[in-house]
T-cell receptor, first 111, second 113 residues
Framework: SQQGEEDPQALSIQEGENATMNCSYK?????LQWYRQNSGRGLVHLIL?????REKHSGRLRVTLDTSKKSSSLLITASRAADTASYFC???????????FGKGITLSVRP | DAGVTQSPTHLIKTRGQQVTLRCSPK?????VSWYQQALGQGPQFIFQ???????QRGNFPDRFSGHQFPNYSSELNVNALLLGDSALYLC????????????FGQGTRLTVV
């Protein structure tokens, strides 16, 4: 079963614009992670935010976490064509490192 | 550091056959997890191995089994293949500090015909 639900399912933007993707989840978590997947191959870890953190930055990425609303958002600023990919949020419960993924968001960045 | 490596990259099998997929974790990682990703879906957790034991298991039938070797590499075996087993199989390794990022291999694309 999938814990995370990403929103929107698909997003198309112009290069240089910002992309915002949202993730909601159902049960308590230890941390939440965002991954990128290009062309149905392996997943690349983007950023991890722990349950006691509210915001985290990494380069052009900004992630927020609201545990009271059980939601997270991923912001990619100044998007590039190379950001075109599928993005997944994954939650990790307290005691182990099993990842539970959502269905993903398809981001298309037009040159 | 080669990262997580999986073999083979592609595989075609006939319904009813058995298949073995292989994974070598990133150097320094002792935990290996396997995921199944159907087309258009997110990865689904199959099981996780640590210290050569299956530590956690997802909602997959007993046809799916695995093994971890003393060097931390791992195998995923699927018996009596069904058409529905066609998917991308991903291996992920993680470090002894469990609640950190997972590193994924490029996956094995299994097609059952």
């Amino acid at each position: 079963s999938q814990q995370g639900e990403e929103d929107p399912q698909a997003l198309s933007i112009q290069e240089g614009e910002n992309a915002t993707m949202n993730c909601s989840y159902k049960t308590s978590i230890n941390n939440l992670q965002w991954y990128r997947q290009n062309s149905g191959r392996g997943l690349v870890h983007l950023i991890l935010i722990r349950s006691n953190e509210r915001e985290k930055h990494s380069g052009r990425l900004r992630v927020t976490l609201d545990t009271s609303k059980k939601s997270s958002s991923l912001l990619i600023t100044a998007s590039r064509a190379a950001d075109t990919a599928s993005y997944f949020c994954a939650t990790v419960p307290g005691a182990n490192s099993k990842l539970t993924f959502g269905k993903g968001i398809t981001l298309s960045v037009r040159p | 550091d080669a990262g997580v490596t999986q073999s083979p990259t592609h595989l075609i099998k006939t319904r009813g056959q058995q298949v073995t997929l292989r994974c070598s974790p990133k150097s320094g990682h002792d935990t290996v997890s396997w995921y199944q990703q159907a087309l258009g879906q997110g990865p689904q957790f199959i099981f996780q191995y640590y210290e050569e034991e299956e530590r956690q298991r997802g909602n997959f039938p007993d046809r799916f089994s695995g093994h971890q070797f003393p060097n931390y590499s791992s195998e995923l075996n699927v018996n009596a293949l069904l058409l529905g087993d066609s998917a991308l199989y991903l291996c992920a390794s993680s470090s002894p500090d469990r609640n950190t990022e997972a590193f994924f291999g490029q996956g094995t694309r299994l097609t059952v015909v």
